[in-house]
């Protein structure tokens, strides 16, 4: 990859290129946190997966180049993008589903992406405007935590129409640093799509009652303060966990769970949500291929 070419020495003619490639996509999607270990990758993984088995034509980029969890998430250890002319070719997942992440162009899992912040925005950049994408109706990206350089360039780059998922779960904590999500989204111009509430409870399997071990309701409380739409609550639920190092995304799954049960019902208000966004770009959502 060219990451340690400054992107502001670029030509203008890329520019173009990347503008070109970002209207062959129907809806840009950027799943965001105001800190790690609240479930983000898992729920851009799940909510690519969710869009694609209804028949979308559906990519995911890992836009986190530090810890990119995705190929894990997804099982494609062992397997990587491709060189195709100057093309970077993403790795397809059941057909219509197609991932990149830096994970899949390392030559070794453990090897260590040490960047700055520039090398970070050209590395950005060339996922968006090299990869092979073809005409998609979704584009998912899982940002890392924060709101620093990933965040930033990805809000940048993708073009209209997009808009941000951001994810929390219930505790203080956590919603104190998405409250600065919300703020950063304003600033950019970026819509938000609305606030999901990640690990809020969870259903014992033993009693069938309902546990608080995060508290809950502190996601609908800031989706309130803030004056955007709340998208919805899923419980903790260690199936999602064991789905997750196995490789295998539970969403759409046969095997029903809260978790399961909650998720399809957040994937609906997504779709609800970016409706009006697709209309006034003249996009469509691609779901009528769904069978």
Do not use: Y
């Amino acid at each position: 990859m060219e990451a340690g070419t400054d992107a502001s020495s670029q030509p203008d003619i890329l520019d173009d290129v990347l503008r070109e490639h970002m209207q062959g996509i129907g809806m840009k999607l950027l799943v965001l946190s105001g800190k790690g270990g609240v479930g983000k990758s898992t729920v851009a993984t799940n909510l690519a997966v969710a869009l694609a088995r209804k028949g979308a034509r559906v990519g995911l980029l890992d836009a986190d180049l530090h810890g990119p969890s995705i190929p894990v998430l997804l099982g494609l250890g062992g397997r990587h993008a491709t060189m195709e002319g100057n093309r970077i070719q993403p790795v397809e997942v059941m057909g219509n589903l197609r991932v990149i992440s830096i994970g899949l162009l390392l030559r070794q899992e453990s090897e260590a992406v040490i960047w700055r912040g520039p090398l970070k925005f050209s590395a950005i950049r060339q996922l968006l405007r090299d990869v092979d994408w073809g005409e998609l109706d979704w584009l998912v990206v899982d940002s890392p935590p924060g709101t620093g350089d990933e965040p930033l360039s990805v809000a940048q780059l993708v073009g209209t129409p997009a808009g941000a998922i951001i994810v929390t779960t219930p505790q203080s904590v956590a919603v104190s640093d998405v409250r600065r999500c919300v703020t950063f989204c304003s600033r950019l111009s970026l819509n938000v799509i609305g606030i999901l509430e990640n690990m809020s409870g969870m259903v014992c399997p033993h009693c069938g009652k309902e546990i608080t071990l995060f508290s809950t309701g502190g996601g609908e409380a800031l989706a309130r303060e803030t004056n955007v739409p709340f998208l919805g609550r899923i419980p903790l639920d260690p199936g999602v966990v064991v789905s997750g190092d196995r490789g295998a995304p539970f969403a759409g799954s046969k095997a029903l769970s809260p978790a399961a049960e909650h998720f399809e019902l957040f994937v609906r208000t997504v779709l609800d949500r970016t409706e009006e966004l697709r209309g006034a770009g003249g996009t469509s959502n691609g779901l009528e291929r769904s069978t």
